[in-house]
């Protein structure tokens, strides 16, 4: 299994970014796919969530109504909309692959620089 997440970069606060994860090895479309986030001196924590065919989403409280998650199963992949990005959301971002309640593959992460 391959994530390979991409799509981080610096910007400024107010800005947009969109993140890219895109999957290998596995049967897509069977996963539900998340995002999560690891600030410096921070745990790894739950950003959002879809569910295999994408109706339904999750998401943290810190980026509800900012951030927006969606999937393309005909190309293996899920993405991350994120916009009027603040500071506090500057972390390395890996995307995770979750089989019934497992996250069992992860992505190397990407990481997102937000100036104020």
């Known amino acids: 299994v391959q994530l390979q997440a991409s799509g981080g970069g610096l910007v400024q606060a107010g800005n947009s970014l969109r993140l890219s994860c895109a999957a290998s090895g596995i049967i897509f479309s069977n996963y539900h796919m998340g995002w999560f986030r690891q600030a410096p001196g921070k745990e790894r924590e739950f950003v959002s969530r879809?569910?295999?065919?994408?109706?339904?989403?999750s998401y943290a409280d810190s980026v509800k109504g900012r951030f927006t998650i969606s999937r393309d199963n005909a190309k293996n992949t899920v993405y991350l909309e994120m916009n009027s990005l603040k500071p506090e959301d500057t972390a390395v971002y890996y995307c995770a692959a979750q089989w019934g309640t497992n996250w069992i593959a992860w992505g190397q992460g990407t990481q997102v620089t937000v100036s104020s």
């Open positions: 879809i569910t295999r065919s994408g109706p339904f989403t």
